[in-house]
């Protein structure tokens, strides 16, 4: 059902025959036509033939004949193709029975694992956890849909010296009192006062040194208090996931510590394979290709001076595990750009030690920032990071008030749960319409506008639909004959076949912002549908097909807003 890819596998037997070996025939959408193929300008200085010539033998072989109403060559050596009518109308009559709307599940399943949230214990979740957090879930949703066995994994940092002066911050509060501070939720002014503690009190610095050591060397009272931390804030995670409408769960939490064991191994391993050096006391790796701003390799410290273990140790650790032990062939980890060149460097570290080769690939998910009005970093009034809860509490109330200012019918308990759906979309969309690398204003006004790029008004646009079958009384009937008479009817049935190429797009890159604007293109497409082909004034076949084009427009937009963790509602 994806029109792109029968455009292209009729092409590229033409184009194989045309220029001696395998070509793309690059397929793309057009103004101009429905599809073109500007394959044959990039063929012409290899070929040493004009791009025209090779354009008009190209069509000259390919059997476009029952796909395509017109092809020809246009410009310095464009090919044009316009669909037939009849069939379209076949191809997307053809979607109204299947319920993946197109889109096959992967001939080639992988085990993926996605690293992504990654809160720190003891913290409260900020706004700089949101992309990680939102991109990892449209991820995990996404792959999983293709049927690929897709691993979760949420990289909690609930290992290393702090702490030490957290277990004694714990231990002076007493059980009962520190349980109850932690699940207030007041993570941060638990951790600032042990801090502050550290900072100040050289006799509880003392013994926070000294529980760390226990911490690390088993001691079954410290790991008792420590895991009393970590599920402590486990519960916490859980309930600001449940929040964002996630899909992680508690079975999802593998903190550092659980590679703890593996650290000495990996360091040894590596050790013996002759991939450290020994550089002021620390053992380090010097992947090749990195080096500073005056030319000197760049080392990855697998284990430092005191004998200690950094990231650069668990990430390897992490790594290994990963691809030896869960036979993941795609790793993915959701983490901001800032750490790009420290993955990089893992990544060539395990390349040369085996853990990563082929078909096991790692990839860096990076992401910009999210900013303020002011184009700098979100900050609070007090100039604090933005805690994720207010920051996702704020958003449900403004679309909680919007939708009663739009609708003053609206009962507590639907305004509630369109408030949520709206607001909490509305941030997830900001989000993943952007290009991953780039950043990001947050814009209450523009993101919970029911105009433009936006949620809100992709929920609107599938409500409308809905509320036409409400008013019809009737469901679609599949077996429809699909008419389009008009080129507004025409328009919609493009865009519907264009869902399982740019899904397709979307596995390959994890760039969101492609498949969120397809589904911007898609409402906007079937807003001019709905001004210009009356529905339920339509009578006979005209109506019942405009009704399948209808029914199946919600259901793409439901689907894609689902693949990108956002929920639509049944009315606005």
Request: proline residues 4%; neutral net charge.
């Amino acid at each position: 059902m994806d029109l792109e890819k029968l455009l292209t596998d009729r092409l590229v037997p033409a184009f194989a025959a045309v220029a001696g070996g395998p070509v793309d025939p690059v397929v793309r959408r057009s103004p101009r036509a429905d599809f073109q193929s500007d394959a044959a300008l990039a063929l012409a200085r290899r070929l040493g033939r004009p791009p025209r010539e090779i354009a008009a033998a190209v069509l000259e072989r390919a059997e476009l004949g029952d796909l395509c109403a017109a092809a020809e060559v246009s410009g310095p050596g464009f090919l044009n193709l316009t669909v037939a009518d009849g069939a379209l109308a076949a191809l997307v009559g053809g979607l109204a029975g299947d319920e993946r709307l197109g889109v096959p599940v992967s001939a080639a399943p992988e085990r993926v694992v996605v690293d992504y949230s990654a809160p720190n214990v003891a913290k409260e979740m900020h706004v700089g956890h949101l992309r990680s957090t939102v991109i990892g879930d449209a991820a995990v949703r996404l792959l999983d849909w293709l049927g690929h066995r897709v691993v979760r994994v949420n990289h909690l940092g609930d290992w290393g010296t702090p702490f030490g002066m957290l277990i004694e911050h714990l231990v002076d509060l007493g059980e009962a009192e520190a349980g109850r501070a932690l699940s207030m939720g007041d993570l941060d002014r638990f951790y600032r006062t042990a801090r502050w503690k550290f900072d100040t009190d050289e006799v509880f610095r003392q013994r926070s040194r000294r529980r760390v050591v226990a911490l690390q060397g088993g001691d079954p009272r410290t790991r008792e208090l420590w895991r009393l931390l970590v599920e402590q804030s486990e519960r916490y995670f859980l309930a600001v996931y449940a929040l964002l409408d996630v899909t992680l769960t508690g079975v999802d939490f593998r903190g550092e510590s659980a590679y703890n064991d593996r650290l000495a191994g990996v360091v040894a391993d590596l050790d013996r394979m002759g991939l450290l050096t020994s550089s002021d006391g620390a053992e380090c790796a010097f992947p090749p290709g990195f080096t500073g701003r005056d030319g000197a390799a760049l080392p990855l410290i697998a284990r430092k001076a005191d004998g200690g273990y950094g990231y650069p140790a668990t990430d390897l650790a992490a790594l290994r595990h990963r691809t030896d032990e869960l036979g993941a062939t795609r790793l993915l980890y959701v983490v901001g750009l800032p750490q790009r060149q420290h993955f990089a460097m893992v990544f060539a570290v395990a390349e040369q030690a085996g853990w990563l080769r082929p078909p096991a690939r790692a990839e860096h998910l990076g992401f910009g920032s999210i900013l303020g009005a002011d184009g700098r970093m979100l900050r609070s009034r007090a100039g604090d990071s933005v805690k994720l809860v207010t920051l996702l509490e704020e958003a449900v109330a403004r679309a909680t008030e919007l939708a009663r200012a739009k609708n003053p019918g609206l009962d507590a308990e639907a305004a509630a749960e369109i408030g949520r759906a709206v607001g909490i979309g509305a941030l997830k969309y900001a989000d993943l319409a952007t290009e991953r690398t780039r950043d990001h204003v947050l814009d209450w006004e523009r993101m919970l506008s029911l105009d433009g790029n936006t949620a809100p008004y992709l929920q609107y646009a599938y409500a409308r639909i809905r509320s036409v079958f409400r008013r019809a009384g009737t469901d679609p009937r599949p077996d429809v004959q699909i008419v389009l008479a008009e080129p507004a009817e025409r328009a919609l049935a493009v865009e519907l076949l264009g869902f399982a190429a740019v899904v397709a797009e979307t596995e390959r890159t994890l760039a969101f912002h492609h498949l969120a604007g397809y589904l911007h293109r898609l409402a906007v497409t079937f807003s001019a549908f709905y001004e210009r082909c009356p529905v339920l004034r339509a009578t006979g076949e005209l109506r019942e097909s405009r009704l399948l084009l209808a029914d199946l427009t919600a259901r793409t937009l439901r689907q894609g807003l689902h693949l990108l963790g956002i929920r639509t509602v049944e009315r606005m």
